[in-house]
């Protein structure tokens, strides 16, 4: 099992950046492939970016392309997002993911992913 708990969550104006991390108990974060959601009241939960076990293979959503970066290091079994240029919009509950199956690639629905963390408040003001 793995125990995710995600951290740097804030208060920032638009236009500035914060960078979450989610940090992985265990000795197996290297057999999981890690995601990033959001949601925020009354819609539904949002991929926001993943990244394959090695790190060789991301994928952002659209509305985050260009802005948002993951990474990840094995090492430290730590997930990271980058997120520059937030926008007012960005403003949500944002979740770290484990998904246990891919080998190689990533997968974009939330169902398919194994563990969950609690959860980071980001807020963006206009």
């Known amino acids: 099992q793995v125990q995710l708990v995600e951290s740097g969550g804030g208060l920032v104006q638009a236009g500035g950046s914060l960078r979450l991390s989610c940090a992985a108990s265990?000795?197996?974060?290297?057999?999981?492939?890690m995601g990033w959601f959001r949601q925020t009241p009354g819609k539904e939960r949002e991929f926001v970016a993943a990244?394959?076990?090695?790190?060789?293979?991301?994928r952002a959503a659209d509305s985050v392309k260009g802005r948002f970066t993951i990474s990840r290091d094995n090492a430290k079994n730590t997930v990271y997002l980058q997120m520059n240029s937030l926008k007012p919009e960005d403003t949500a509950v944002y979740y770290c993911?484990?998904?246990?199956?891919?080998?190689?690639?990533?997968?974009?629905?939330?169902?398919?992913?194994?563990?969950w963390g609690q959860g980071a408040q980001v807020t963006v003001s206009s």
């Open positions: 993911a484990a998904d246990r199956l891919p080998r190689l690639g990533v997968r974009v629905a939330g169902e398919e992913y194994d563990y």
């Open positions: 265990g000795r197996t974060f290297s057999s999981y492939a």
């Open positions: 990244i394959s076990r090695s790190g060789g293979s991301t």
